[in-house]
Nanobody, 113 residues
Framework: VQLVESGGGLVQPGGSLRLSCAAF????????MRWYRQAPGKERELVAG????????YYADSVKGRFTISRDNVKKMVYLQMNSLKPEDTAVYYC???????WGQGTQVTVSS
């Protein structure tokens, strides 16, 4: 299992970013996928999840209404569209297949003016 996140960067408060995660080494369409984040000095937290077909999604209360998770089972990609970003969204963001313990390297998101 290999996961490669991309799309992070520096953005001003109120801005948007779209994170991408490419999956390798497993039958992507079989598995629920999740996005997590870890801010400095804090534990890693679950941000959003999506069922294997994409028909069911869920979000942490802190991002509900601002973030949207989606997936493309043909391309073996999962995405996180982040709108109305806040400084407290600053973290390293990781994608993960729920069934496996493998993590990617993450992508840094910094929200600052």
């Amino acid at each position: 299992v290999q996961l490669v996140e991309s799309g992070g960067g520096l953005v001003q408060p109120g801005g948007s970013l779209r994170l991408s995660c490419a999956a390798f080494g497993f039958t992507f369409s079989y598995y629920e996928m999740r996005w997590y984040r870890q801010a400095p000095g804090k534990e890693r937290e679950l941000v959003a999840g999506i069922s294997n077909t994409g028909g069911f999604t869920y979000y942490a209360d802190s991002v509900k209404g601002r973030f949207t998770i989606s997936r493309d089972n043909v391309k073996k990609m999962v995405y996180l569209q982040m709108n109305s970003l806040k400084p407290e969204d600053t973290a390293v963001y990781y994608c993960k297949a729920r069934a496996f313990d493998s993590w990617g390297q993450g992508t840094q998101v910094t929200v600052s003016s």
